[in-house]
């Protein structure tokens, strides 16, 4: 009951966002992007430059990011990037350090910290983990670019109807 309440949220939250439905999918792609990448304590940040610099919605972008890391998904986020990783570079990282550093960065620390710790595994764990993030995020961020922009259109389409009739 309280994850659909929480749906139900968020759905409403994304249906109240105004502005140019080009730019709220871009955005919107833009979040799911950095989102799935397994970046955590850079997230917000990434976001807002991306968005800034290729003027989407920022807004757009963090609620989408919301959505798709959280913590019911971090743990597959970052195994998927792992073994996504673990095959298309010349590197190996196992789950035991990726699960130990997880673990650390889920605890309420500071974002120097949580850096320390990143920077902690080294280049190569770094390169696994981003390539095999990227790759994994690539297909969702496309589907969801064109979910959002017919979604974007038809709240667009239904808001100047309303308009019309009063």
């Known amino acids: 009951m309280k994850l659909e309440r929480i749906g139900k949220y968020y759905y409403r939250r994304v249906q109240r966002l105004k502005g140019n439905p080009y730019a709220l999918a871009g955005g919107f792609a833009i979040g799911v992007f950095i989102g799935i990448t397994p ?16 003027r989407t919605s920022t807004v757009a ?14 743990f597959p986020i970052y195994y998927f990037s792992l073994v996504i990783g673990n095959m298309v570079t ?16 889920l605890s309420p ?18 390169a696994v983990l981003l390539v095999g993030g990227c790759i994994l995020a690539l ?28």
Not at 63 to 69: G, I, K, N
Not at 91 to 103: E, F, G
Not at 109 to 126: N, P
Request: proline share 4%.
């Open 39 to 54: 970046t955590i304590p850079l997230h917000t940040v990434t976001i807002i430059a991306f968005t800034l610099l290729t």
């Open 61 to 74: 972008g963090i609620l989408s990011s919301w959505l798709v890391c959280n913590p019911l998904t971090y």
């Open 90 to 105: 010349p590197y190996h990282l196992n789950w035991d350090k990726i699960r130990t550093t997880l673990d650390i960065l």
């Open 109 to 126: 620390e500071s974002l120097s910290h949580s850096m320390q710790i990143i920077m902690g595994l080294g280049y190569e764990a770094i």
């Open 139 to 166: 297909p969702f961020t496309i589907v969801s670019y064109y979910m959002s922009l017919r979604f974007f259109f038809a709240i667009k389409k239904k808001r100047c109807e309303k308009r019309i009739l009063h």
